[in-house]
């Protein structure tokens, strides 16, 4: 059975670093791009980003350039999305994505993670 | 940045009827289309991809069509299950690969 699991819900200050993660199964985990999604409370989908796990490609939403990092580690099948400094504002629920590619580059995402919920207050 | 703009905001219809979604894009994203469900507390679901091709497992009661900048999802026979929010996501220009707004569908 294809999965990805995501990390459990994290509580963080502002200020703090943080990072949460994806793990893959029952695929081949550097066959496929993994992209993170944020759902803010009550809101809408945003597609921050995404990743090739087997060659490291990485491109960024202008939103989200330099705001977070996405890496992963390929030896363990995981995906991650980092924070150096958190904010209030990103507060949210994140999802890890996977898809399949149209010729090499991403597409759709056809499997979900279950989401991680963080929540940054003083 | 593609914009893709949903409507109605929010449909309301009775179970049993049909039930039609527009997902209209700024610019052509020729048949780069996807289109997915998330109910309260869930992750999203993906009906259907390439503008008309449903995913697997998908009941045939979902139907995608359109291409270039109008697209429409049709539920023909809303089930009680199927109250949920839709949505769509162009994925022909990335970085991003932007979703729609949503689609809110509730029980009339």
């Known amino acids: 059975e294809v999965q990805l699991v995501q990390s459990g819900a994290e509580v963080k200050k502002p200020g703090e670093s943080l990072k949460i993660s994806c793990k893959g199964s029952?695929?081949?985990?550097?066959?496929?791009?993994i992209g993170w999604v944020r759902q803010m409370p009550g809101k809408g989908l945003e597609w921050m980003g995404i990743?090739?796990?087997?060659?490291?490609?990485?491109r960024y939403s202008p939103s989200f350039q330099g705001q977070v990092t996405i890496s992963a580690d390929k030896s363990i099948s995981t995906a991650y999305m980092q924070w150096s400094s958190l904010k209030a504002s990103d507060s949210a629920m994140y999802f890890c994505?996977?898809?399949?590619?149209?010729?090499?580059?991403?597409?759709?995402?056809?499997?979900w993670g279950q989401g991680t919920l963080v929540t940054v207050s003083s | 940045e593609i914009v893709m703009t949903q409507s109605p905001a929010t449909l309301s219809v009775s179970p049993g009827e049909r039930a039609t979604l527009s997902c209209r894009a700024s610019?052509?994203?020729?048949?780069?289309l996807a289109w997915y469900q998330q109910k309260p507390g869930q992750a999203p679901r993906l009906l259907i991809f390439?503008?008309?091709t449903r995913a697997t497992s998908i009941p045939a009661r979902f139907s995608g069509s359109g291409s270039g900048t109008e697209f429409t999802l049709t539920i023909s026979s809303l089930q009680s299950e199927d109250f949920a929010v839709y949505y769509c996501?162009?994925?022909?220009?990335?970085?991003?690969?932007?979703f729609g707004q949503g689609t809110k569908l509730e029980i009339k």
């Open positions: 994505a996977s898809g399949p590619s149209s010729g090499y580059f991403p597409s759709y995402f056809h499997q």
């Open positions: 029952g695929y081949s985990f550097t066959s496929y791009w």
């Open positions: 990743m090739h796990p087997g060659d490291s490609d990485t």
């Open positions: 610019q052509s994203v020729s048949s780069n």
């Open positions: 390439g503008a008309s």
């Open positions: 996501q162009q994925y022909n220009y990335w970085p991003p690969f932007t």
